[in-house]
């Protein structure tokens, strides 16, 4: 079953050149490819991601980081 969205962007997609369409393709597999195995990572430590946040914070509370100026970047 394709939702009424994926669907919409399957028409708009076919819109697109041959080469194009190919670029698109690729892209998306390669994204559906590594969220698979982002999900693969955390569900094998499914506490990585609150260890990698502590650290963050801890960062923070000590001093090594600094505001991000989304005008700097």
Do not use: H
């Amino acid at each position: 079953m394709v939702t009424k969205t994926l669907e919409k962007a399957f028409a708009e997609a076919s819109k697109l050149s041959a080469k194009e369409q190919d670029e698109l393709g690729a892209w998306l597999l390669s994204e559906l490819e590594s969220e698979r195995k982002w999900e693969e990572l955390f569900r094998r430590s499914p506490d990585a991601l609150a260890r990698l946040g502590e650290r963050g914070l801890a960062e923070k509370r000590a001093g090594y980081t600094e505001e991000l100026d989304p005008e700097k970047l």
